[in-house]
């Protein structure tokens, strides 16, 4: 089972550069999230999305942009890459049923801003 | 807003210890709440988890229990390994149906031989 996939697993940018973190789940999951991992900070809600064409911001959503034109993918595009974006980055999809839902995570992408 | 609360961390225990990890959190209407795992160079995996007041979660050897009267879901271990060591989240989600969460600050545990 393949679950969560993100690409690649490590990056280095420079300052201003551009790129696009991808992230692929084969579960048919609806709900899509992008979190970042700071030391001390826990995991923060950069975007998250509900579904297919839906997008929303979370709670850290300046520099990255988001698009959901599939199910199955969810990327995160860094505009302009700050040394402040230096960061484990954590795609998750889930599902919610009834009083249930569970979150399942990809490996993470460590990126390197200098 | 919504938010979680760890203790703080590092913890260090010996093998065979008694692992306490305390969480608390503040929500509107009733969350669910989880446990996660993160082995060094890994991500997230789901420990154990509860859906509704007084349930116990519980996974190798793990428990915790929802308490709406203290808002806690502290984790528990009788008996720690080596293996153990890992960080710690405790998170929340809301019913936004959004499949969005709120995690702490995690907490780092080192297990001693």
């Known amino acids: 089972n393949a679950g969560v996939t993100q690409t690649p697993k490590f990056q280095v940018l420079k300052t201003g550069q551009s790129m696009t973190l991808q992230c692929a789940q084969d579960m048919n999951h609806e709900y899509m999230s992008w979190y970042r991992q700071d030391p001390g900070m826990g995991l923060r809600l950069i975007h998250y999305s509900v579904g297919a064409g839906i997008t929303d911001q979370g709670e850290v959503p300046n520099g990255y942009n988001v698009s959901r034109s599939t199910t199955e993918d969810f990327p995160l595009r860094l505009l302009s890459a700050a040394p402040s974006q230096t960061s484990v980055y954590f795609c998750?999809?889930?599902?919610?049923?009834?009083?249930?839902?569970?979150?399942?995570f990809g490996q993470g992408t460590r990126l390197t801003v200098v | 807003g919504d938010s979680v609360t760890q203790m703080e961390g590092p913890v260090t225990l010996s093998e065979e210890a008694f692992l306490t990890i305390n969480c608390t959190y503040t929500?509107?209407?009733?969350?669910?709440l989880f446990w996660y795992v993160q082995y060094p160079g890994e991500g997230l995996q789901l420990l154990l988890k509860?859906?509704?007041?007084?349930d116990k979660g519980s996974n190798k050897g793990f428990e915790a229990t929802y308490r709406k009267e203290t808002t806690s879901f502290h984790l528990e271990k009788g008996s720690v390994q080596v293996s153990d060591s890992a960080v710690y989240f405790c998170a929340l989600s809301d019913y936004s149906n959004t499949g969005k969460l709120i995690f702490g600050q995690g907490t780092t545990l080192q297990v001693k031989p």
């Open positions: 509860a859906t509704k007041a007084d």
């Open positions: 929500a509107t209407g009733y969350p669910s």
């Open positions: 998750a999809s889930s599902y919610i049923s009834l009083q249930n839902t569970e979150a399942f």
